[in-house]
């Protein structure tokens, strides 16, 4: 089987102003390499060097930057797709529907994450693929311990293996964590959506987290913890703190 890899890449990076005014989030350098060059060249030491992004702002700065990029690392070039969302639709589909629009280039099981995440230490493995393809989940996911900026964190994770759909307000003992945004996902996940089919070619936008809310209380997502470094480099003063450290 053949696993394919999607990297989010569209997203405005409000938050990152004026950082993204002219520089699309993903593109942004730590240790003076762009964050989704993070991502590529761990994919590519996995084995795993078939890749798909979706962009949206700033979108041709992405397959550019790409285009400029020599050999992961000594190994063959990484084989890339794209999915031009901001040229197709004219602005970013969000998670699920940036999904689901990728689905034709994607196989039955591929990874997903989120390009303008940092966690360098993350080994995208060909043994947690067989693990899953051999399981019967839907969807799973990698947490992290929650950082200040999400002190409640995302979802529960049972004894048992299983990510729980827990509302804010939950007063259950049960530990709450951080979605990395590091998953392998199923087809069959997205399929007979019916608001979201195969390809999106109504260009609709969709969340991907009621999804995984809805899979959870199916019990058809797993997860495991991650400890590793990792950071949402979702604001300048992250940024900033990323590279004073990686300095120090």
Known sequence: MSIKAMILAAGRGERMRPLTD???KPLLRVRGKALIDWHAEALARG????LVINTAWLGPQI??????QPDQDGTEKLSISY?????DFGGALETAGGIARALPLLGEVFWVLA????????????????????????????????PAHNPRGDFGLGADGLARNLAAHDKTEM?????????????AF???????????????????A??????????????????GPWTDVGTPARLDELNRITES
Do not use: I
């Open 22 to 24: 002219h520089c699309p």
């Open 190 to 208: 997205f399929d007979g959506l019916p608001d979201l089919p195969a390809g999106n070619p109504q260009g609709l936008k969709a969340p991907l």
């Open 115 to 146: 390009g303008d995440v940092f966690m360098p230490g993350f080994e995208f493995s060909e043994a947690a693929v067989s693990r899953f393809v051999a399981g019967r989940q839907l969807a799973h996911l990698w947490l992290v311990p929650n």
């Open 175 to 187: 530990p709450r964590y951080t979605y990395s945004t590091v998953g392998l996902y199923r087809r």
């Open 47 to 50: 084995g795993f060097k078939e």
């Open 63 to 68: 397959s550019s930057h790409f285009d400029l």
């Open 210 to 227: 009621p999804l995984l809310r809805a899979a959870m209380d199916n019990h058809r997502v797993s997860a495991e913890l991650y400890e």
């Open 83 to 87: 999915s031009h969302e901001g040229a």
